[in-house]
């Protein structure tokens, strides 16, 4: 099975005691950037720590290197990912001097209130691009709107990882694909998660960016020890940059660790230590008592103090994820045992398209003489 950036393969292994005797098989994953295309016969070299270790890969090795090692595509920049390990690759980043794209990279003035939406968690992405791409046709936005995905360098690196963002491109969810940082594989490369937010309006024309780490986030039972801090981050970037920072909360009432559960304490620590800028938090609109306990939480930490809270009607943007056909899980609940976490992410959605259509508005009467 293949698809753009990586193969999932069956490996047969040789020389492991408990599997000699069965000739049994793994599965793995090639990425076809680090590797070039394996073939069946090829002999391949595996890193099986995760799955030994019963971690959250889905069960896959991953091919380190193969013989015959298969051609690479010639470099098409300079610029190296996943620098000075042994896989380290050559990309052809939207800022380098070699990049078409490097002179508008060059005169990057601001963001001029572009919406960004910064998720903690990758399984928030889906709802916020399908409520966001619903919105803008429900509001008849006068172009097709583009909806830009920065992934950080937070968790997974190789967005071909990702199922689901070959999926929200087939739904036409998603228009674009940026990976910042060491994260590789985007349709465009930037050496920063700040340089991706100008590529996304420079060179990719969003409307709507969405920040998120990929799949395959770490969290530790500790208040700063978690991957999707990068929330926080993103933040304070979209801020300094000129752009309106929307936070998607996560929020869940089906998760068994009181530490997430109503508002996460991921997103208490986005909104009160991390981000230095002001932000738009919208809640959606949740059942009597789960609102309640989502306004204790608020007013415990005087989030409000520092950030907007706003209630959105998100229950039309979570019927365009449903009807979209997406399979979305988080932390393997589906949308129907999970639905404020996705009512929320859907939330912020909305509310980006909201925004843009504004800024639209305003530019276009910036531009009338009259």
């Given amino acids: 099975m293949e698809r753009p950036g990586v193969q999932e393969v069956r490996v047969r292994t040789e020389g492991r005691e408990q599997e000699a005797s069965d000739g049994s098989t ?27 270790m019963q971690l959250g890969t889905g069960g896959y090795d991953f091919v380190i290197s193969s013989d015959p090692q298969p051609p690479l595509d010639p470099p098409a920049g300079h610029i190296l990912k996943l620098r000075y390990t042994p896989l380290q690759t050559p990309v052809l980043t939207v800022e380098a001097p070699e990049s078409p794209h490097h002179d508008a990279m060059r005169l990057f003035a601001g963001l001029d209130d572009l919406p960004v939406v910064c998720a903690e968690l990758h399984s928030q992405v889906p709802a916020i691009c399908a409520a966001a791409r619903w919105a803008l046709s429900a509001c008849h936005y006068p172009r097709p709107g583009r909806i830009v995905y920065v992934m950080t360098e ?16 087939r739904c036409g969810l998603l228009d674009t694909t940026i990976t910042a940082g060491q994260a590789f594989g985007g349709d465009l490369e930037a050496v920063n998660l700040y340089s991706a937010l100008a590529a996304a309006k420079e060179v990719a024309g969003a409307d709507i960016v969405v ?5 395959g986030n770490v969290g530790t039972d500790t208040p700063l020890g978690f991957s999707g801090i990068d929330q926080g981050i993103a933040v304070n970037a979209a801020a300094s940059l000129g752009g309106v920072p929307i936070v998607a909360a996560r929020i869940s009432f089906a998760d068994p660790r009181t530490r997430h559960r109503g ?30 306990e989502l306004v204790r939480v608020l007013q415990e930490h005087r989030i409000e103090e520092t950030h907007q809270v706003i209630t959105v009607d998100a229950g039309r943007g979570l019927d365009a994820l449903l009807a979209s056909g997406l399979e979305v899980t988080t932390m393997g609940r589906t949308v129907e045992e999970e639905r404020p976490f996705f009512l929320a992410a859907a939330a912020a959605g909305l509310l980006a398209a909201q925004l843009a259509e504004i800024r639209l508005l305003n530019r276009k009467a910036g531009e009338d003489p009259g």
């Fill in 26 to 52: 793994r599965r793995a994953l090639n990425f076809t950037t680090l590797n070039g295309r394996v073939r069946p016969g090829d002999r391949v070299r595996l890193n099986t720590v995760a799955v030994e």
């Fill in 154 to 169: 937070g968790a997974a690196l190789p967005i071909a990882l990702s199922r689901l963002v070959p999926e929200m491109r």
């Fill in 211 to 215: 920040v998120a780490q990929g799949p």
């Fill in 263 to 292: 508002l996460s304490h991921h997103t208490v620590t986005t909104l009160c230590t991390v981000a230095r800028a002001h932000a738009l938090v919208p809640l959606p609109r949740l059942p009597k008592t789960q609102q309640q």
